[in-house]
């Protein structure tokens, strides 16, 4: 037995103390066994039998055990004496804590068993109790499971329902799954058979579900109800030996859905307790278990987000570099393209000129030949065949066209060797477009700069523009002098040649410098016919040019890009068509002025 009931005494017969013999007990004789059958059980009720003086001292031994070894204060004790033996009730009832004394005699036999029947009920009560408190706090140790265990949700749910089971004092539970409206699938539960779940699984697909589980589901909250013939859950109570009072039904509520329904059937033995505090622990539980459901429905949709948003992230991150990787292909192409463009030009009329110019030497060499001729004839003195190879020579000459050829040829070298000088130009621009220029800083004076950049430009000037200058800048810089000069002859060199091209009434480019914020601001301003918007995002790009074919390479501004970005500075670009153009070159001052103090 879970709880036995245990009989303390040394009298032979111990069970005459007994009023009803149909109680099941055994016998404790000796100290020594009475404390290893308590140490091994919780007994219901323990009598203490008192028929001589012999027994009281190992009825007190063994009550003491129980109350203060054990710490056992549910177990109830009763003291039962012969009416000869004259006992002090109250030492008995206070000191070891016995909760009644009677006397063992016919007379109050009917009294008696009485009495013991209900410290029976009493012990029964205490232990109910603490099933209910021990369902409650495992329901509720359930719930906070749902908040922190990594468990899957079909784990914790079938947990929750066993405990939600032992709280209702369940006979058998069921897991409803609402996989849609018309749609149920039935789970195992630990406490239901698998011929009770079977049934149950057949009847939902054959009728649905029934009204009076279909209410909880459409009001998604739990619902108690007395369980009658129309219940509609006939089919699996008739399979229960155990007559059936009632259900209850809990719905599982995740955002507004019914995803789940635990159906709970309660023999009618059992109806009685289940009390208000249960059903309020039951609602309350709905509660809290929505909540925690939500909440990890939700940081799974977060987790799935955020996947998604890493990966999507990682792909943008790849497709990018896909995309530069593209992109310096691109240029690489239009570099390439630019290059054979500009270079093609100049070699193809410098190829065409040798073409011409292989046809002149052969015209050359037959004349050679025939002067040497008549030269030999001459010197032979055959008049007659010199005087032939001298008509000869001169129908030569005059359908060679020797006079043009002559003249021809100086300006087919001189058109040959431009156009070769164009390529080393090009060349030479490229290479200080993708190589960066070595040598140390030098201190040098602005003035100075600009001085020597403007002599050395003054056969392109020539008086075709005039120049202002406004130079507000007495520092030094601690520079490349050579790469601010480049600079400087190109965007000079462009707005001349922009202003040409336009035909600019009084061309005037104005050149300014000043000190801003520890920044060199040099401002190169001309009133030549401007750029347009999309013209100006793209006159940094290599080899985009506005010229004419073979008046430009293109890579002018992207030589002087590159090289205020390797000097630490940036160039900016405003203009408007028809009015002016000006660049503005920053270059920073901080640390050029400590180093030159």
């Not at 004349?367 to 065949?385: F, G, N």
């Not at 009434?505 to 520890?518: F, T, Y």
Request: charged share 25%.
């Amino acid at each position: 037995m879970e709880n036995p009931v245990f009989l303390v005494g040394q009298s032979p017969d111990l069970a005459a103390f007994l009023p009803d013999r149909t109680m099941d007990s055994e016998n404790l004789t000796s100290l020594r066994n009475a404390k290893k059958k308590l140490r091994s059980c919780k007994p219901s009720l323990v009598i203490l039998c008192v028929g001589s003086d012999d027994d009281i001292s190992l009825c007190q031994s063994v009550a003491e055990y129980i109350r203060q070894g054990l710490a056992n204060q549910d177990t109830r004790i009763i003291l039962m004496h012969n009416p000869t033996q004259q006992l002090d009730e109250v030492v008995w009832l206070e000191e070891f804590q016995i909760n009644a004394c009677l006397t063992a005699s016919e007379a109050k036999a009917k009294f008696n068993a009485s009495v013991l029947k209900r410290e029976l009920a009493t012990f029964e009560y205490i232990e109910n109790t603490y099933r209910q408190h021990d369902a409650e706090t495992e329901m509720l140790v359930c719930i906070t499971r749902f908040s922190r265990s990594d468990e899957k949700l079909t784990a914790l749910l079938s947990t929750f329902s066993n405990a939600l089971a032992r709280l209702c004092h369940a006979h058998c539970s069921f897991e409803i799954h609402l996989e849609n409206t018309s749609c149920f699938r039935v789970r195992n539960s630990d406490i239901a058979g698998k011929e009770l779940v079977k049934t149950l699984q057949s009847l939902l697909s054959e009728g649905g579900l029934p009204a009076s589980l279909a209410q909880a589901i459409e009001e998604q909250h739990p619902q108690i109800h007395l369980l009658d013939e129309s219940g509609g859950l006939e089919p699996v109570t008739q399979l229960i030996t155990t007559r059936i009072g009632s259900y209850l039904a809990f719905p599982i509520v995740v955002y507004k859905r019914v995803v789940c329904l635990l159906l709970y059937l309660i023999p009618e033995q059992e109806m009685d307790r289940v009390s208000m505090k249960q059903i309020t622990i039951i609602n309350k539980a709905a509660e809290q278990l929505t909540v925690l459901l939500e909440r990890k429905q939700a940081e799974s949709s977060l987790k799935k987000q955020y996947t998604r948003l890493r990966d999507t992230l990682l792909e943008l991150k790849s497709t990018k570099q896909a995309l530069a990787h593209n992109e310096k292909l691109a240029s690489i192409g239009r570099m390439a393209a630019g290059i054979a463009h500009e270079i093609n030009n100049p070699l193809s009329f410098v190829i065409s000129n040798f073409s011409s110019m292989d046809s002149y030497l052969d015209n050359i060499i037959q004349l050679q030949s025939m002067q040497s001729e008549l030269l030999t004839a001459i010197d032979i003195q055959q008049d007659q065949k010199a005087a032939h190879l001298k008509q000869s020579l001169s129908e030569f000459e005059e359908q060679a066209g020797i006079p043009f050829i002559l003249e021809d040829i100086r300006a087919i070298v001189a058109d040959s060797f431009n156009g070769l000088q164009r390529v080393k130009n090009i060349i030479s621009d490229l290479r200080s477009f993708s190589h960066n220029q070595t040598g140390e800083k030098e201190v040098c004076d602005f003035s100075v700069l600009l001085d020597d950049t403007l002599k050395m430009m003054r056969y392109d000037l020539d008086n075709k523009v005039s120049i202002q200058r406004n130079v507000e800048f007495n520092g030094v810089l601690h520079t490349h002098s050579g790469l601010i000069e480049q600079v400087l002859v190109n965007l000079i060199k462009n707005a001349v040649q922009a202003m040409e091209t336009a035909e600019t009434a009084e061309p005037v480019i104005q050149i300014s410098a000043a000190e801003i914020d520890n920044t060199l601001h040099i401002r190169i301003r001309d009133n030549g016919p401007g750029m347009t918007a999309d013209i100006q995002q793209k006159i940094f790009e290599p080899f985009f040019t506005t010229k004419p074919i073979g008046e430009g390479t293109g890579l002018g501004l992207s030589v002087v890009y590159n090289i205020m970005q390797r000097l630490d500075g940036s160039i900016h670009c405003e203009s408007e068509p028809g009015v002016f153009t000006e660049f503005t070159l920053l270059l920073p001052l901080k640390q050029e002025n400590a180093q030159a103090d």
